[in-house]
């Protein structure tokens, strides 16, 4: 007695059995091209400026002496304001017929970007690449190290906010250890240790009270800027001799490969912490990716229910990867006392923390692309300081917000898809 | 290894989540425990596991008391488990999930990857799984993964395995193969315990059932008894297992689709140019195996996804680009597939539950403010009306058990004017009882004239409330069938097989 008879239908096509995937095209990137481009333009016209720029990329001491190059200073930014608009057009063309707009369009127009903007800033003078980029990479040190931190805390799911408070930590201890046991590497061993001593209370009220990460970590920073600020007007600056006169760390040139012309000056006539760092940045990626301990940071920070079912402790692995983290960034601290400042003062991170938390968002949880990530940043703020000696037409206020406009347009604009370690923030129960 | 619980006792607060559970497993044998959502099997499972710490009794292995302290102990007495939700890290590989915990290192501390490649293809050959050491977990079908989590459990050489609610992902096929896994083990001498609430598979494959009910074993059933038997011992009274409805009144085309296409923001397509159309006084039931668009689709029906393409019109009115407001307002009403996550604040009280997608104006909001007593009226009566079992319509959402849950859901989304209902996976984690009320609701709904479309991954709902049913896999149509379609049918529809002479 079935009423009306249901036919069947089936859909002519076959059937895909693979994934199919669309464009999903955003506004984002042509906007931001296409401003960035109008921008310069506008500074082009508006700040008219004469004469030549010559890029030097070489330093009086090189075993190879590279040639000066000497461009038109007008002429070259308005050339390059063409070619970006052009990329940007490309890129309004994709947006268009729904296709993305390629790698190599934002990286072609971020080069010819800056050398456009480089070459109109220093009309009349004389920009030194080498010291630009030397300059760039001293300044990401507390960054990477920060980030490095920052990667290892988030893959094991606990999200590290208090980066900037362990670097000031181990910016301070640097400074005090190093002044009483007048070595430079006990100045280092004391900023590990308070960086440990920062991850310590973040651990124990993330990991073991279940307390909100993000609010822990807040409240540490502003804790260890009360704490060091205290102790600085109390005990550092009337004892400055005794207490706050750390030795350096004096750069060493390492043989052969720092002759390399360009990349020797840059990357191999550096302070001994930067070599640190470079070893830093090797062993954590390495441990991440081929080790049984980074599998298991890994799996914590993924899935804890999962590795807590095959016998893996959570909270201890958490607590083990934080204070190592926590290590990571104080060493990091060390570098403004060690090296860029030679005595401690308040707050002299300047929220660099917060910069190398969004190099490591921005780096994808990655430990070599948060390097880059860092590297990016310390450029930022370096090209600030170098312009200003120049003297470029940009007002200094906006300079000094270069490198924190970087951040957020590096975050917000170009991270694209990324994908945060699964439980990150989230604290692990039992049951 | 022979397995024995004795009178295993699991409180939570007042709640006594295990009384008294005893129980034997012997090496090679297939030992099944029955029992409803909620009556302490998976709590048992876990105590056996060492999840949790038993208030009181003992777990024997061949006799001899264990204690164990945490999942590694278990683990360590040659226990394994396929749990419900796996427990497999997304992005790692089949190797690395299966060596995590477990892991041989070489120089260095540096991973043996290739010792662990070689031990899942090694049992992976030996019971003909065909899994690929390298796959990413994540990009596997559901069925694949189990079989990762069985290959764990063996890679750990397991003497007793648990499978917990294992078929609820998977296809008719991949259960068949299931079941034939399960043997494959048995005949290996492997003792296994098979949580389940699926009357059939029981009776496919047990040696012996026991059934939980509240917590406690209310009795053992031979695997020969029948499925109203096993079910009235389940639920503890005679249960009504088929849905009684009388044929379709058809009303006109109401709700019609053309060319849906769904993505995420990455442009992975999850919904792919899907037509169908739904008429006035028909339920279509959507099937399928988890995670082959039906989520991506109830969303779009209700404007939350965000990258759509193609029609959706309901009435003649297009539906696609309008926000969920307005879409609501046409007279949609959404049983979210998630009721904790979508469909209620658990710490809200009932009656504002109520209310939720109503707080823009009248019935329930008049100058800006809530009207209590009409609030109140209106959910004494919905409390009445659907049964929910509640000391008031102060309570929050949140303490209610699941079927009680689903029915303030349902009573919301039936106490307005209706054009369309969706409803997905409406009786997921509710008990039978409920159940029975809440197919009973659908089918009036239907019965008044509205298009209804069903999603559900249990092929017995399907069957059940369907006057027609639509198959999808990876996110597009393989056919639309009448609803006396074989189940054979539907289950190889569900892998992609386009049905051909069976259903011309």
């Not at chain 1, 940043?377 to 000696?389: C, E, H, K, R």
Request: aromatic share 6%; net charge neutral; glycine share 10%.
């Amino acid at each position: 007695m079935s009423a009306a008879k249901v036919e069947a239908t089936v859909p002519d096509k076959p059937v895909e059995d693979e994934p199919q995937v669309i464009s999903v095209v955003s506004l984002k990137t042509p906007v931001l091209l296409t401003v960035v481009a109008v921008a310069l333009l506008a500074a082009v016209l508006l700040g008219s400026q004469a004469g030549d720029t010559t890029f030097r990329l070489s330093t009086r001491s090189d075993f190879f002496e590279l040639p000066e190059i000497t461009v038109p200073a007008e002429g070259t930014a308005l050339g390059a304001v063409v070619v970006m608009l052009l990329l940007a057009a490309e890129s309004w063309r994709r947006y268009a017929t729904r296709k993305r707009t390629p790698g190599w369009v934002a990286a072609v127009y971020a080069v010819v970007g800056l050398v456009g903007f480089l070459s109109w800033a220093a009309a009349g003078g004389t920009v030194p690449v080498v010291g630009l980029l030397a300059g760039a990479l001293a300044l990401a040190v507390p960054l990477v190290f920060g980030a490095l931190g920052g990667v290892l805390g988030e893959r094991a799911g606990i999200v590290n906010i208090a980066i900037d408070g362990q670097l000031l930590a181990g910016a301070f201890a640097a400074a005090l250890v190093g002044s009483v046991a007048g070595s430079v590497w006990a100045g280092v061993l004391g900023a590990m240790v308070a960086g440990v001593v920062v991850a310590l209370i973040l651990g124990v009220f993330a990991i073991s009270c279940y307390v909100d990460q993000v609010i822990v970590g807040v409240v540490l920073n502003v804790l260890v800027i009360g704490v060091t600020s205290f102790m600085f007007t109390q005990v550092l600056a009337p004892n400055t001799a005794e207490l706050n006169t750390p030795p350096r760390f004096s750069a060493w040139a390492i043989p052969v490969l720092g002759d390399i012309p360009l990349v020797g000056p840059i990357l191999f006539r550096q302070t001994p912490i930067v070599y640190l760092l470079y070893v830093a940045v090797a062993v954590v990626t390495y441990a991440l990716y081929r080790t049984r301990w980074g599998l298991r940071v890994r799996a914590v920070g993924e899935h804890p229910k999962a590795a807590d079912t095959v016998g893996i402790n959570v909270n201890r692995t958490r607590y083990r990867t934080v204070l190592i983290a926590g290590a990571i960034a104080g060493t990091g601290g060390a570098f403004y006392t060690l090296v860029s400042v030679s005595q401690f003062n308040r707050e002299m991170t300047g929220g660099a923390g917060y910069i190398a938390l969004a190099a490591v968002i921005f780096g994808k949880w990655d430990p070599i692309r948060a390097t880059l990530a860092a590297l990016l940043f310390g450029f930022a703020s370096n090209l600030q300081g170098v312009l200003s000696v120049l003297g470029s037409p940009v007002p200094a206020q906006f300079m000094l917000m270069l490198p924190y406009v970087v951040t957020v347009f590096a975050v917000a604009g170009l991270v694209g898809k990324s994908r945060a370690p699964a439980a990150v923030g989230l604290p692990y129960r039992k049951g | 290894m022979q397995l024995t619980l004795r009178d295993i006792t699991k409180r939570f607060g007042s709640l006594v989540a295990n009384d008294r559970i005893s129980l034997t497993v012997e090496p090679g044998e297939i030992h099944c425990l029955l029992g409803e959502n909620g009556a302490g099997k998976s709590t048992l499972m876990n105590v056996l596991y060492g999840l949790y710490q038993a208030d009181e009794g003992e777990i024997l292995l061949d006799g001899e008391p264990r204690k164990f302290s945490g999942p590694g102990d278990a683990i360590a007495a040659g226990i394994g488990m396929v749990h419900q939700h796996f427990m497999l890290v997304p992005v790692f590989t089949v190797a690395e999930n299966v060596m995590l915990g477990n892991e041989s290192t070489g120089l260095a501390g540096s991973l043996d990857l290739d010792a662990a490649r070689r031990r899942v293809r090694e049992i992976s050959e030996r019971f003909g799984f065909h899994v690929s050491p390298d796959a990413v977990v994540e990009d596997l079908p559901v069925g694949v993964q189990q079989r990762v989590e069985i290959i764990k459990a063996l890679s750990r050489d397991a003497k007793v395995l648990v499978f917990d609610e294992p078929t609820a992902v998977l296809t008719p096929q991949e259960t068949d193969e299931l079941m034939q896994i399960m043997r494959q083990l048995r005949e290996s001498g492997v003792a296994i315990v098979f949580i389940t609430h699926k009357l059939r598979e029981v009776r496919e494959v047990a040696d012996r059932i026991t059934v939980i009910r509240l917590g406690k074993v209310v009795g053992e059933a031979s695997p020969k008894a029948s499925n109203a038997e096993l079910a009235s011992l389940m639920v503890g009274r005679p249960v009504e297992l088929t849905v009684h409805k009388d044929p379709p009144r058809l009303g006109d085309d109401a709700l019609v689709v053309e060319g849906l296409t769904v993505a995420d923001e990455t442009g992975l397509v999850h919904v792919n140019d899907l037509s169908f159309t739904v008429r006035g006084g028909e339920v279509l039931a959507v099937a399928g195996v988890q995670g082959n668009g039906q989520t991506e689709l109830t969303e779009a029906l209700l404007g939350l996804q965000q990258h759509v393409l193609g029609s959706i019109r309901l009435d003649g009115h297009e539906l696609v680009g309008r926000g969920v407001r307005s879409i609501l307002d046409a007279g949609v009403g959404f049983v979210p597939e998630d009721r904790q996550v979508d469909g209620l604040v658990g710490t809200f009280s009932i009656a504002e539950n109520l209310m939720l997608d109503r707080s823009f104006g009248k019935p329930f909001v008049q100058l800006g403010a809530v009207d209590r007593g009409r609030l109140r009226a209106f959910a004494e009566t919905k409390l009445k009306e659907y049964d929910i079992r509640a000391p008031g319509i102060g309570t929050k959402a949140g303490n209610l058990s699941g079927g009680n849950q689903q029915k303030v859901v349902v009573a919301r989304e039936l106490s307005k004017d209706l054009r369309l209902l969706v409803a997905a996976q409406p009786t997921r984690g509710v008990d039978v009882g409920s159940i029975e009320f809440i197919h009973q609701q659908i089918v009036a709904a239907r019965d008044s004239g509205i298009p209804v479309v069903v999603v559900s991954t249990e092929l017995d709902e399907v069957v059940a409330l369907a006057d027609r049913i639509m198959v999808l896999y990876r996110g597009q149509v393989v056919g639309i069938v009448p609803a006396d379609t074989p189940r054979d049918v539907l289950g190889l529809m569900m892998t992609g097989e386009r049905p051909t002479e069976v259903v011309a």
